[in-house]
């Protein structure tokens, strides 16, 4: 088929090539333009309310769905009622959880842990973000963490070594994947494959929102951040840029349409041109944003809204109307449909992100509710559905009380000081 093809074209090029043209005209094509090609433009007080609001958002997002990871929302529904703020995570420690036993409401996961790494990569790189520097710092921070099993403290006190080990196994399939990175391309793409068991985890999607705070524009958020998408196989590169450029979008308006439209307008490498299959995000965003137009657009009959219907029963606690119940149940049960056999599939967590910004029209409580009380993996997608609201209203406008008790946990009990990290991203913006 291909030699057909080949003659094909070449019988074209020996007709046209003896034939004179007769017309000079050409209908120009379309120039490729930039999304939002300005650099941001906001004051030092308003860039740092608007960066602490992504910080603690994204740590609100992962505190109130930490209780419930991976859990289905039937089971939710039965313990919890209707989640609507933060919970005790009531759960065994582990490297990508909490890293004690049930911890106070507030607490956080790997989520926030990787939102603190990256701003100490930020501070020791600068203006030289890359893959290369990059991978070298999670290779140093995987090797700062053994370092510490030899400690003479380990050696009397059982309790360190198993806080060092957990550190250690947090990191550790991700530092393969980065030494692999350093070592060579070959090292690099064995590691790769296996990186989680090869599936198409959602990796970059825990880090690359962080980008979005420090470009100039949409456009460079992307690139940047697909740069280290060095976890990342597949379209799952395309999706975590998207949310980076989504992040930054957030910085500069309030409108949701516009916040959404990167998957839509930011495609520089071409995925939209992929033969056969075209770009995988898009066609899942885009669907998804017409599922819940469609919920939201129906006239529901007073049998489909039954108070003892056994399908759409109204949890315990849900603050809305019956019918706001029967349109989120409904928009669940579209998602469900899609679900992958590991609920931290990258594609997964993007449709439910897109969904839940949709359905929450931007606003912040609502959409929180929404994808914490799916379930699955609903702590990484509140924390950057989280991030990404965060951004857009800033640290002043989200709910005082869970916003106060986040930023009071991660400090007393995690060690993590958001309003710092906020004051050091700030001043590596101006680098």
Sequence with gaps: MRKVGLFTIMGVLLITGCKRPKSKVDIPSPKKVAYTGDSLRLSEEVYYDKVLGALVGSAIGDAMGASTEMWHRKDIQLKYGYITGLTPAVRVQSPEGTWDHNLVAGTTTDDTRWKYLMVKYFGEHKGELNARNFSGFISDHYQTVVKTLGDEEVLTDTEALDERIEKMEWIKEWARVAMGYQESQTAYQKALNRFYGGEMSCAGQLYTPMFGLLAHNPEEAYD?????????????????????????????????????????????????????????????????IKSVLAVKDLVLIDSLVAKDSLVYRIPTGFP?????????????????????????????????????????EGDFEKTMRFIVNYGRDNDTVAAIAGMILGAKEGYTKLPEDLKKEVLRVNREVLGIDLEVLAKELVAQSKM
């Design 320 to 360: 809305g109307s019956r019918d706001e119940w029967v349109r989120q149940e409904m928009v669940n049960q579209l998602l469900e449909k899609d679900e992958k056999a590991i609920a931290f599939h990258a594609g997964e967590i993007w449709q439910i992100l897109i969904t839940s910004l949709q359905f929450g």
């Design 224 to 288: 940047i951040a697909y740069e280290h998408t060095l976890f990342d196989l597949g379209y799952a590169k395309d999706i975590s840029a998207l949310v980076a450029a989504m992040t930054h979008m957030a910085l500069r308006t309030q409108d949701i349409d516009s916040i959404l439209d990167p998957a839509t307008f930011i495609d520089p490498l071409g995925y939209q041109d992929s033969r056969l299959v075209g770009r995988i995000p898009y066609s899942i965003a885009d669907g998804s």
